[in-house]
């Protein structure tokens, strides 16, 4: 069994959130995710190859029907956990509420004890201690 996340890379912002992540770094230092493509994780789960293949599968075949948007990010935002994030805006965030969703129940019919993200984010750092996430609010609004 090997762990897996689905995630979605915005192509466009990879190197804008790069250059966010490394500014972060030169204030506070070396952090979590320091180094992780910019993405919105969709779920996280362990799987064999059977299982992993089943869930390529059944979520190949829902996103191949999904309605594309473009997602808006409006501010920078924190969970209590220490992880600094981009939040998308209010219509954003429905879009990929459901997206999420979607894609978490098809994999939960596969493996019930996935973990779906409920909450569309992309971060910028993990694990951050306050100090750390203070610095972060500061820099970057």
């Keep these: ?61 829902l996103v191949a029907t999904w309605t594309i948007r473009f997602i808006i990010l409006d501010s920078f935002d924190a969970f209590k956990g220490g992880a600094f994030y981009i939040r998308p805006d209010e219509d954003s965030s429905l879009y990929l509420q459901e997206l999420l969703k979607a894609v978490g129940t098809k994999v939960k019919e596969i493996i019930p004890e996935a973990y779906t993200c409920t909450t569309p984010h992309l971060s910028i750092g993990r694990r951050l201690n306050e100090e750390q996430l203070e610095v972060a609010k500061r820099t970057f609004t």
């Design 1 to 61: 069994m090997k762990k897996y996340s689905i995630v979605v890379h915005p192509a466009e912002l990879l190197d804008e959130i790069k250059k966010i992540k490394q500014g972060l770094k030169s204030l506070i230092g070396w952090y979590s995710s320091v180094n992780a493509l910019a993405h919105f994780t969709i779920c996280e789960f362990w799987a064999d190859e059977i299982q992993l293949y089943k869930v390529k599968k059944e979520v190949s075949k």
